[in-house]
Every structure is written in structure tokens, then in C-alpha cells.
Nanobody, 127 residues
Framework: QVQLEESGGGSVQAGGSLRLSCATS????????MGWFRQAPGKQRETVAS????????YYADSVKGRFTLSQDNAANTLSLQMNGLQPEDTAMYYC????????????????????WGQGTQVTVSS
């Protein structure tokens, strides 16, 4: 059974930090594209950051560049997102997702490409 489980969400004041983690299990593909997405009330789900498990490729949305950092532990099957300098506009439900990486194509930050999703963890930033 494919499972992606997010943790680490919470409530912080503006300028604070949180570290989100995504633990994966049951994924049948070892070469994978993984990412973090977020969805605020009344808005579409958007890509926050995405990475490849094998090529070193990484993507960050402009809104989080310089503040958020991805890291992954392939041995432990976890993907983490360090979020610094949080702002009220970062308030959203954050989701982890993954899909198989095709070597000839690589990874994409596009939400539609991701097929396996976690249930999400809430991040709330107050001013």
C-alpha cells in the first residue's frame, strides 16, 4: 500500500520556522520525483518545491526561494522541507507527493504529474 505521511505542521508567528517531513512507504518505484505542494482556502493547490531522488534536480517556487529548503534521505525514504522566514501568506495545507521518474524525461514541478499524495499537514502563520 502506497503511503506518504506528512508531519511537522503547526502554528508559528511571522518570521518563525517549521520543518515538514514526508515519510514514504510502499512506493514501487525507486527513482522518483517528489515535491511539496500547498493549498490555501479558496485557492488552487500550488507547487512549493520539487526534486528528483537521483539527478539532483531541484525546483522552488519564486515565492519561497531563499526561505525554504528541500532535503531528502533516500535510505530512510523521507523528504523534508525546512521553512524559514514564514509569512502569513504561507498559511496553507501542505502536501507531499511523488511519481516515478522516467530517465529520458526527468522530473517536473507540475502538480498534474504527481500521482501519489499524502493527506497533508496544516501550517498556520500569524502576523
Amino acid at each position: 500500500q502506497v503511503q506518504l505521511e506528512e508531519s511537522g505542521g503547526g502554528s508559528v508567528q511571522a518570521g518563525g520556522s517549521l520543518r515538514l517531513s514526508c515519510a514514504t512507504s510502499g512506493l514501487t518505484y525507486t527513482s522518483r520525483c517528489m515535491g511539496w505542494f500547498r493549498q490555501a482556502p479558496g485557492k488552487q493547490r500550488e507547487t512549493v518545491a520539487s526534486t528528483s531522488s537521483t539527478s539532483g534536480w531541484t525546483y522552488y517556487a519564486d515565492s519561497v526561494k531563499g526561505r525554504f529548503t528541500l532535503s531528502q534521505d533516500n535510505a530512510a525514504n523521507t523528504l523534508s522541507l525546512q521553512m524559514n522566514g514564514l509569512q502569513p501568506e504561507d498559511t496553507a495545507m501542505y502536501y507531499c507527493a511523488a511519481y516515478p521518474r522516467v530517465p529520458a524525461i526527468g522530473c517536473s514541478p507540475e502538480r498534474a504529474d504527481f500521482r501519489d499524495w499524502g493527506q497533508g499537514t496544516q501550517v498556520t502563520v500569524s502576523s
